[in-house]
């Protein structure tokens, strides 16, 4: 592998929109912002939102109802 041609590989710290900071590492630069982590992730947080699906369709069904009546 030649040296000079290989980005510089170095521990970067990471600071998510919800506060929280960690480090890792990375060619990228110094600082990563970054919208969603671990920590405030539904799907880790376990906090899921389900969405009304039924209520959608049943909304789609009531608006074009008059036109498969005709």
């Given at each position: 592998?030649?040296?000079?041609?290989?980005?510089?590989?170095?521990?970067?710290?990471?600071?998510?929109?919800?506060?929280?900071?960690?480090?890792?590492?990375?060619?990228?630069?110094?600082?990563?912002?970054?919208?969603?982590?671990?920590?405030?992730?539904?799907?880790?947080?376990?906090?899921?939102?389900?969405v009304?699906?039924?209520?959608?369709?049943?909304?789609?069904?009531?608006?074009?109802?008059?036109?498969?009546?005709?």
């Open positions: 592998m030649k040296s000079s041609i290989h980005p510089e590989y170095k521990i970067v710290k990471v600071t998510c929109s919800c506060g929280n900071i960690f480090e890792t590492r990375s060619t990228l630069g110094d600082k990563l912002n970054i919208e969603v982590c671990d920590k405030c992730h539904p799907f880790y947080t376990g906090k899921q939102k389900l009304d699906t039924g209520g959608r369709v049943q909304k789609f069904r009531d608006r074009y109802k008059t036109r498969t009546d005709k």
